[in-house]
C-alpha cells in the first residue's frame, strides 16, 4: 500500500516479522471469534506466544529472555497483531510484555524477577496493570486503593476497574496509596499475585467491543503483600507510573495505526468486489476519494510514528511526544473506521464482516491509556512550557 520505503528495518527485522506473520496467520486469526465468544483468548496462545519467543522480548537472557534492546522488534510485534484485525489479542498481548514486565524488569526487587520474570517469558502467567478505579480514571493522583505498612508486609484494599488481561491475570501491578495524605507522592507500585489471599476478580464485562480481551474488577480485600513485592521505592510509584506510561501510550498508537491500515486494506478488498448501478463501487468517485484520504493520512501517519519509534530506541521520546501519538493516531483509527463503515454500506454493520468488529473495536483507544482530552492537556503543558 505503501509508495515510501520503510527504512529503519533492516533484514533481520523483517525476517522477525515474517515469522510473526505466519504465527498470527497459523495461531490467532483462525481463533480469534471463538475468543470473541469466550471473551478472551486460550491460555495456549500465551504459551505458544512464549515457546516461540515472543513474549517480553527485551527480557535479559538470565531469566530466559532474547535480550533484545532494539525497540524496533516490539514495534513489528505490535504491528503485525493490528495488521490481523485482531484487536483483542493486539492490546492484551503487548500490555503483558511492553508495559507491564517493564515495571518488573525496571523496578522489581531480585527476588520478585525471580519469580514473575521467567514465568511471563514463558506465558505461563500473564500480567496485567491496575491503575484505573471506579471513581479514578485518567486522574491517577485521586485513587483510593490503599497499601499500609504492617511491618513485614504491606496491607491492600480498594478496588480497580477496566482491567485489561484482568480475568486471566496472574499476577498484576497495582497502584495504591501507602500515603494518602501526600498526593501523587504517597503512591507506590506493588506485584500482587493471584495466589494471595482476599485478592479476587469480577467476570468480564460484556463491553460494546473487544470482546476477546478479558477486561474486569479486580477487588482487593486485606491482600497481604509481602514487602519483596514492592516495585522501586514507597512513595515513588506516580513518578515510575509517568516514565512507563510513554511505551504504553507509543504502544497503543502503534496499535491503532496497525488497525486502521487493516480497515482500510479490508475496505479495498470489498469495494472492488461490490457493485452498484451495474458497475463496481470502487469505480465511483466518493469511493476513491474517501480511499485516497485515507491511504495518504495513514502513509503519512506511517512515516511520523517509524520516526518516533527510532527516538524511542534512544530513549528520547518523552510524555508529551507518546502523548501526541497516541491523540492522533487513536484519532485516526475511529475516522478510518467510520469512513470505511460508511463505504461498506449496510453490510458495515453486520458483525460477521472484519471492519464492524474493527469499528466496535477502535472507539476504546481514545478513552483508555489517559483519554485523548489529558493526551491533549500533556501536550499543551509542552507547548506552554
Not at 486522574?139 to 483510593?144: A, F
Not at 486503593?145 to 491475570?169: E, P, S
Not at 458483525?351 to 491533549?376: F, L
Given at each position: 500500500?505503501?509508495?515510501?520505503?520503510?527504512?529503519?528495518?533492516t533484514?533481520?527485522?523483517?525476517?522477525?516479522?515474517?515469522?510473526?506473520?505466519?504465527?498470527?496467520?497459523k495461531?490467532?486469526?483462525?481463533?480469534?471469534s471463538?475468543?470473541?465468544?469466550?471473551?478472551?483468548v486460550?491460555?495456549?496462545?500465551w504459551?505458544k506466544?512464549?515457546?516461540n519467543?515472543?513474549?517480553?522480548?527485551?527480557?535479559?537472557e538470565?531469566?530466559?529472555?532474547?535480550?533484545?534492546?532494539d525497540f524496533r522488534?516490539n514495534a513489528?510485534?505490535?504491528?503485525?497483531?493490528?495488521?490481523?484485525?485482531?484487536?483483542?489479542?493486539?492490546?492484551?498481548?503487548?500490555?503483558?510484555s511492553?508495559?507491564?514486565?517493564?515495571?518488573?524488569?525496571?523496578?522489581?526487587?531480585?527476588?520478585a524477577?525471580?519469580?514473575?520474570?521467567?514465568?511471563?517469558?514463558s506465558?505461563e502467567?500473564?500480567?496485567?496493570?491496575?491503575?484505573?478505579?471506579?471513581?479514578?480514571?485518567?486522574?491517577l493522583?485521586?485513587?483510593?486503593?490503599?497499601?499500609?505498612?504492617?511491618?513485614?508486609?504491606?496491607?491492600?484494599?480498594?478496588?480497580?476497574?477496566?482491567?485489561?488481561?484482568?480475568?486471566l491475570?496472574?499476577?498484576?501491578?497495582?497502584?495504591?496509596k501507602?500515603?494518602?495524605t501526600?498526593?501523587?507522592?504517597?503512591?507506590?507500585?506493588?506485584?500482587?499475585?493471584?495466589?494471595?489471599?482476599?485478592?479476587?476478580?469480577?467476570?468480564?464485562?460484556?463491553?460494546?467491543?473487544?470482546?476477546?480481551q478479558?477486561t474486569c474488577?479486580?477487588?482487593?480485600?486485606d491482600?497481604?503483600?509481602?514487602?519483596?513485592?514492592?516495585?522501586?521505592?514507597?512513595?515513588?510509584g506516580?513518578k515510575?507510573?509517568?516514565t512507563e506510561l510513554?511505551?504504553?501510550?507509543?504502544?497503543?498508537?502503534?496499535?491503532?495505526?496497525?488497525?486502521a491500515?487493516f480497515?482500510?486494506?479490508?475496505?479495498?478488498?470489498?469495494?472492488?468486489?461490490r457493485?452498484?448501478?451495474?458497475?463496481s463501487?470502487s469505480?465511483f468517485?466518493?469511493?476513491?476519494?474517501?480511499?485516497?484520504?485515507m491511504?495518504?493520512k495513514i502513509?503519512?501517519?506511517?512515516?511520523?510514528?517509524?520516526?518516533l519509534v527510532?527516538?524511542h530506541?534512544d530513549?528520547?521520546?518523552?510524555?508529551?511526544?507518546?502523548?501526541?501519538a497516541?491523540?492522533?493516531?487513536t484519532?485516526?483509527?475511529?475516522?478510518?473506521?467510520?469512513?470505511?463503515?460508511?463505504?461498506h454500506?449496510?453490510y458495515?454493520?453486520?458483525?460477521e464482516?472484519?471492519?464492524?468488529r474493527a469499528?466496535a473495536?477502535?472507539r476504546?483507544?481514545?478513552?483508555?491509556a489517559?483519554?485523548?482530552e489529558?493526551?491533549?492537556?500533556?501536550?499543551?503543558r509542552k507547548v506552554?512550557?
Amino acid at each position: 500500500m505503501f509508495e515510501i520505503p520503510r527504512t529503519i528495518f533492516t533484514e533481520e527485522h523483517e525476517m522477525f516479522r515474517q515469522s510473526i506473520r505466519e504465527f498470527v496467520k497459523k495461531e490467532i486469526i483462525p481463533n480469534n471469534s471463538e475468543w470473541e465468544k469466550a471473551k478472551q483468548v486460550s491460555r495456549e496462545s500465551w504459551k505458544k506466544l512464549g515457546e516461540n519467543g515472543f513474549l517480553c522480548l527485551q527480557a535479559p537472557e538470565s531469566f530466559g529472555g532474547l535480550g533484545i534492546s532494539d525497540f524496533r522488534f516490539n514495534a513489528i510485534f505490535t504491528e503485525e497483531l493490528g495488521l490481523s484485525g485482531c484487536s483483542g489479542p493486539a492490546i492484551g498481548y503487548p500490555l503483558h510484555s511492553d508495559i507491564v514486565f517493564p515495571y518488573l524488569q525496571h523496578y522489581g526487587t531480585d527476588l520478585a524477577q525471580e519469580k514473575y520474570a521467567s514465568k511471563m517469558i514463558s506465558g505461563e502467567y500473564i500480567g496485567a496493570i491496575a491503575m484505573t478505579e471506579p471513581g479514578a480514571g485518567s486522574d491517577l493522583q485521586n485513587i483510593k486503593a490503599t497499601a499500609r505498612d504492617m511491618g513485614d508486609h504491606y496491607l491492600l484494599n480498594g478496588t480497580k476497574t477496566f482491567i485489561t488481561n484482568g480475568y486471566l491475570c496472574d499476577m498484576v501491578v497495582v497502584a495504591a496509596k501507602t500515603d494518602p495524605t501526600q498526593g501523587a507522592k504517597g503512591i507506590s507500585l506493588f506485584v500482587v499475585d493471584k495466589e494471595m489471599e482476599g485478592f479476587t476478580k469480577g467476570v468480564p464485562f460484556d463491553k460494546v467491543g473487544l470482546h476477546a480481551q478479558d477486561t474486569c474488577e479486580l477487588f482487593f480485600e486485606d491482600v497481604k503483600v509481602p514487602k519483596e513485592n514492592l516495585l522501586g521505592k514507597e512513595g515513588e510509584g506516580f513518578k515510575y507510573l509517568m516514565t512507563e506510561l510513554a511505551q504504553e501510550r507509543l504502544i497503543v498508537a502503534l496499535a491503532a495505526l496497525a488497525l486502521a491500515e487493516f480497515m482500510l486494506k479490508s475496505t479495498v478488498e470489498y469495494v472492488k468486489g461490490r457493485e452498484a448501478f451495474g458497475r463496481s463501487i470502487s469505480e465511483f468517485q466518493n469511493t476513491r476519494f474517501k480511499l485516497a484520504e485515507m491511504a495518504a493520512k495513514i502513509e503519512q501517519a506511517r512515516i511520523y510514528c517509524d520516526q518516533l519509534v527510532l527516538l524511542h530506541n534512544d530513549k528520547k521520546v518523552d510524555s508529551a511526544m507518546a502523548s501526541g501519538a497516541k491523540y492522533l493516531m487513536t484519532e485516526l483509527q475511529c475516522e478510518v473506521a467510520d469512513e470505511c463503515v460508511q463505504l461498506h454500506g449496510g453490510y458495515g454493520y453486520m458483525w460477521e464482516y472484519p471492519v464492524a468488529r474493527a469499528y466496535a473495536d477502535a472507539r476504546v483507544q481514545r478513552i483508555y491509556a489517559g483519554t485523548n482530552e489529558i493526551m491533549k492537556e500533556l501536550i499543551a503543558r509542552k507547548v506552554l512550557k
